[in-house]
């Protein structure tokens, strides 16, 4: 359903933008983020976006990451700037939904991840 990719490899400093492409509209509905996930460490929230314009970022990327979509695309971006060589992970794009007789089923999609290293 999700298909990530931009990643690579960068130098301290310098800039990436991962895109995350899905076959139908499921970025606005619910809420739709980045993940990240580092040799040895659990998963972790990078940035996410809610279907009300609400954004929330982990404190680690505050400032230097943003997280977008384009709906018309159905697509998510995250803009990363400034990128340091904790950043060095496989980042995952994720879309959800809660189920509710309003809007409908919910889902929980996952892309499949795009490496992103930082290094010199």
């Known amino acids: 359903q999700l298909q990530a990719s931009g990643g690579g490899l960068v130098q301290p400093g310098g800039s990436l933008r991962l895109d995350c492409a899905a076959s139908?509209?499921?970025?606005?509905?619910?809420?739709a983020g980045w993940y990240r996930q580092a040799p040895g460490k659990e998963r972790e929230l990078v940035a996410i976006d809610f279907s009300g314009g609400r954004t929330n970022y982990a404190d680690s990327v505050k400032g230097r990451f943003t997280i977008s979509r384009d709906d018309a695309k159905n697509i998510l971006y995250l803009q990363m700037n400034s990128l340091k060589p904790d950043d060095t992970a496989v980042y995952y794009c994720r879309a959800r939904k809660i189920s509710s007789l309003a809007s409908g089923p919910g889902y929980d999609y996952w892309g499949q991840g795009t490496q992103v290293t930082v290094s010199s």
């Open positions: 139908k509209r499921v970025f606005s509905l619910g809420e």
